[in-house]
């Protein structure tokens, strides 16, 4: 089992920028999959990137690609969430999660271990 603190979370003008950050506790083997999720009010939780320990590949949603890019520190067991340009609709709870062997990082059923989460707001 893996504990997941996030933070960075803020209140940011459109076009603005945040770093988010998932502290992890817990040793995180090469088969972890660590991600972030959203969900606005009202919403489901949705998929917004994943990043796979084993080979430090990345997986984004269509609509964050080429504004946020997602990133480990291995000294600090931590994945961050670099969110440039950002825009009204990333308004959003982000949670980070955790899990081990996931096929398709997009389905937040594959993801044992989960932050509380941290408020992004984007005024426009």
């Known amino acids: 089992q893996v504990q997941l603190v996030e933070s960075g979370g803020g209140v940011v003008q459109a076009g603005g920028s945040l770093r988010l950050s998932c502290q992890a506790s817990?040793?995180?083997?090469?088969?972890?999959?660590l991600a972030w999720f959203r969900q606005a009010p009202g919403k489901e939780r949705d998929f917004v990137a994943a990043?796979?320990?084993?080979?430090?590949?990345?997986v984004y949603t269509d609509s964050v690609k080429g504004r946020f890019t997602i990133s480990r520190d291995n000294a600090k067991n931590t994945v961050n969430l670099q969110m440039n340009k950002l825009k009204p609709d990333d308004t959003a709870k982000y949670y980070c999660?955790?899990?081990?062997?996931?096929?398709?990082?997009?389905?937040?059923?594959?993801?044992?271990?989960w932050g509380r989460g941290t408020q992004v707001t984007v005024s426009s």
């Open positions: 990043f796979r320990w084993g080979d430090s590949s990345t």
């Open positions: 999660a955790a899990g081990l062997d996931v096929p398709r990082p997009q389905l937040r059923f594959a993801y044992d271990d």
């Open positions: 817990g040793r995180l083997y090469s088969m972890y999959t």
